[in-house]
């Protein structure tokens, strides 16, 4: 595994402790952190995770600001910015994909992993798994 893609549904379960998946995100977390495996997310992820946040889960604004500061600037998260070229790819993927329920963010996210040859999501979204990607937060 090239690193671990970490999608909103990912950081959702990692954060909070009443979520589904919680204590699988947090072991797969600690598990690549642990072997210095790289963890990437994305812009547009953050951007989905801060609404995600305050709708529906009504997290407080402050509380929002620390969560995402802290993975802003932790060492082994590397948020990658979508640039031009990366936007432009997924818009185009979601236009070809009208048989999908895609979101922009999740294209966004496919062509990155694309990009950098990861195959592995911390996620439960399947949507991963219709591109082709391996999604980790599953019932066992």
Known sequence: MRGLFVDTAGWAAF???????HEQAVFLLDH???NGQPVLTTSYVMAELVALLT???RVPRREQVRIVGTLRSA???RILHVDPAQGEAAWQLLAKQDDKMWSLV?????????EYSITVAL??????????????????
Request: proline letters at 2%; aromatic letters at 12%.
């Open 32 to 34: 690549a952190r642990a």
């Open 75 to 77: 060492e082994w998260i």
């Open 106 to 114: 999740d294209c966004t996210s496919f062509v990155v992993m694309r």
């Open 15 to 21: 954060l909070v402790g009443s979520e589904a998946f």
């Open 55 to 57: 709708s529906p889960m």
């Open 123 to 140: 996620t439960s979204d399947r949507h991963f798994e219709q591109a082709g990607f391996t999604r980790l937060l599953r019932k066992q």
